[in-house]
């Protein structure tokens, strides 16, 4: 069987290596190596304006990942800027966007981490906290600079996500927001705070989305089940 191709949403930032620093589409390589090492090839897919790249990248795919970074621009969900709600890309909000349409469109195997959660419940018409701590009174989500919070989580019973990884686990996330809405999809996790942890859609697509940062940590089967659900929808489209 060949193995399924996962595309990976990535970043657009300057960047600095060897002699250069320059524009750069890149990505931590834990996504890749997570990718790799659960049976998928891994292919980063920087942001493009072109009309109609989105739905010729999908045809192309087996399954996807919307992967982590910045602020989803609030104008997304018709809300003004929080104070801390910073930095935001429009052009990755405008290349998600339009993968997450292809995607539903053609079925494909879906898998949102951190920013992609969020990007997968604007998409769907919800929307998003804009800084957690103002929320919970505690900034344990995202500790700050490059450090990631322990997190437990409680799982819903009957969902994708629990049959994946359990009724509950401590997990690495960095988010300042969350999912306050979430049309289309149904709670599957949630932080001892209360706070949405994992989402995922009714029905046998996969189509799942997590605050947290699975690719950092041992396998906790989310992107083992990307993969396995990727390998069966190649094999349906073959």
């Given at each position: 069987m060949t193995a399924p191709v996962i595309g990976l949403t990535t970043y657009r930032e300057d960047a600095a290596w060897g002699v250069w620093t320059q524009p750069a589409d890149l990505l931590p390589a834990q996504y890749a190596r997570a990718v790799?090492?659960?049976g998928g090839v891994p292919l980063l897919l920087p942001p493009v304006a072109q009309v109609g790249a989105a739905d010729a990248v999908v045809a192309?795919?087996?399954?996807?990942?919307?992967?982590?970074?910045a602020d989803v621009d609030p104008a997304r969900y018709d809300a003004s800027p929080h104070p801390r709600t910073a930095?935001?890309?429009?052009?990755?909000?405008?290349?998600e966007l339009a993968l997450l349409d292809a995607a539903a469109?053609?079925?494909l195997p879906v898998l949102g981490v951190c920013r992609g959660m969020q990007v997968m419940a604007v998409h769907g018409g919800g929307r998003l906290d804009q800084h957690t701590p103002d929320l919970v009174d505690h900034e344990r989500h995202s500790?700050?600079?490059?450090?990631?919070?322990?997190?437990e989580v409680v799982t819903t019973r009957g969902t994708r996500v629990a049959g994946l990884v359990g009724s509950g686990l401590t997990v690495n996330c960095h988010h300042h927001q969350s999912v306050q809405t979430h049309p289309g999809y149904v709670a599957a996790a949630h932080a001892a705070d209360g706070t949405l942890e994992a989402m995922e859609?009714?029905?046998?697509?996969?189509?799942?989305a997590v605050q947290w940062h699975p690719?950092?940590?041992?396998?906790?089967?989310?992107?083992?089940?990307?993969?396995r659900a990727a390998a069966t929808y190649a094999e349906g489209r073959a």
């Open positions: 790799e090492e659960t192309r795919l087996d399954g996807l990942v919307i992967s982590g970074g930095g935001w890309r429009p052009d990755r909000d405008v290349w469109a053609a079925g500790p700050g600079g490059d450090a990631f919070g322990a997190t859609a009714d029905g046998e697509r996969f189509c799942v690719e950092t940590a041992a396998d906790v089967g989310l992107l083992a089940g990307l993969v």
